[in-house]
């Protein structure tokens, strides 16, 4: 079972639409897929058909415990599962403060379903708290949507830094497995600038350690799309809703390749290193060097010392 989570603390660059579509175009080939909301907005709820209003039980009724994972998942299509999110999910964060083991529950939960099912995606909130904590502990590879547009990078070497402490102090087999470009615009240059940024940034770690050392940037990119954006009002998917557009033909190349191509090597042997501070950890700071105005803008990775924001 491969447990993925999709995770960009910036707003609104795919991650809900990737989770939904490319879990629904697994489920069509036939593999069976869980999807998670751990989004107190619900949009993958909302999503799949569902009214969070509605939703008596779910993601946050496990993560307090009050419920057990296997009984919460519900089928919303076929081979596809959702553990829903609602509104309660917002007090979780706060709720679980002083709970002992508070960042690994959904793992103990996932626990249960482990080798009935074969992929778990879980769909991230914009943000880098408990929630997502308990998402990367959970997990085994980190998917990134990224929208590579003007300040695309800000915040990314944040994204990468919690992602490599939570592999180093919760969950030594967590790795960033790929970016996956969103609402592309194949016709602009800015999106190839900020590609080529990442792509050399990828590279400089190829032969380090850190959390990001194999992740690529998918060969495949996701389109700018109406039809994407059209579809979560109806509660469908892209392959319910428009199934011969740009999206749908998007999305089912993005699953084909994560099914095909993107596997976890097994690392059995991998130790949990509970000694090591963050400090030690390579060091990253993205400097987006840009020029407001100009259509031009540069993002630049460089190799030096983390600042703290
Ligand atoms: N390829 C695309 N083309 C056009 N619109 C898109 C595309 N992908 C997503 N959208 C739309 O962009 C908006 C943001 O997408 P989405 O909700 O998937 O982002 P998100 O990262 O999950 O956002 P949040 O951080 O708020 O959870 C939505 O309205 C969605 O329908
Ligand atoms: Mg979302």
Redesign the pocket.
């Known amino acids: 079972m491969r447990v993925i989570a999709v995770l ?1 603390q ?9 989770v939904t579509n490319t879990a629904a175009a697994l489920a069509a080939m036939g593999l069976k897929v869980i999807v998670v909301d751990m ?1 107190p ?1 619900s ?1 993958l709820t909302i999503h799949l058909g569902l009214e969070p209003q509605s939703v008596k039980s779910g993601s946050y009724q496990v993560l307090v415990k009050e419920a057990r994972f296997e009984q919460e998942i519900m089928f919303v299509r076929p081979n596809l599962w959702l553990l829903p999110a609602n509104i309660n999910l917002v007090g979780a964060e706060t709720e679980l403060v002083s709970v002992v083991g508070r960042e690994t529950i959904l793992r103990e939960a996932f626990k249960t379903v482990e080798n009935k099912f074969d992929y778990i995606f879980i ?1 991230c ?2 943000s880098l708290g408990l929630l997502t904590l308990n998402a990367l502990a959970a997990s085994e590879e980190v998917l990134i ?1 990224l929208q590579p547009h003007f300040l695309a990078l800000q915040g990314f070497g944040k994204l990468l830094q919690t992602v490599e402490l939570v592999n180093k102090r919760i969950n030594p087999n967590l790795k960033v497995r790929g970016i996956l470009l ?2 592309f615009d194949s016709r602009a240059s800015l999106p190839k600038e900020v590609k080529a940024d990442i792509e050399l940034f990828l590279e400089n770690a190829r032969e380090t350690n850190c959390a990001w050392a194999q992740a690529t940037i998918l060969p495949v990119y ?5 039809k ?2 059209e579809a ?1 009002s109806y509660g469908k998917t892209i392959f319910e809703y428009e199934p011969d557009c740009h ?1 749908a033909e998007d999305y089912k190349k993005v699953a084909e390749f994560i099914h095909s191509q993107f596997q976890m090597p097994a690392q059995s042997d991998t130790q949990l290193d509970t000694t090591s501070e963050i400090q030690e950890q390579p060091p990253i700071e993205i400097k987006v060097v840009s020029q407001p105005g100009s259509s031009s803008s540069v993002s630049e990775f460089t190799q030096t010392k983390v600042q703290e924001d």
Not at 12 to 18: D, E, F, I, N, Y
Not at 222 to 226: A, E, K, P
């Open positions: 960009n910036k707003g609104g660059v795919g991650k809900t639409t990737t989004d907005q949009h769909d909130p914009p949507p969103c609402m996701i389109r700018r799309n109406i994407l954006a979560p999206g």
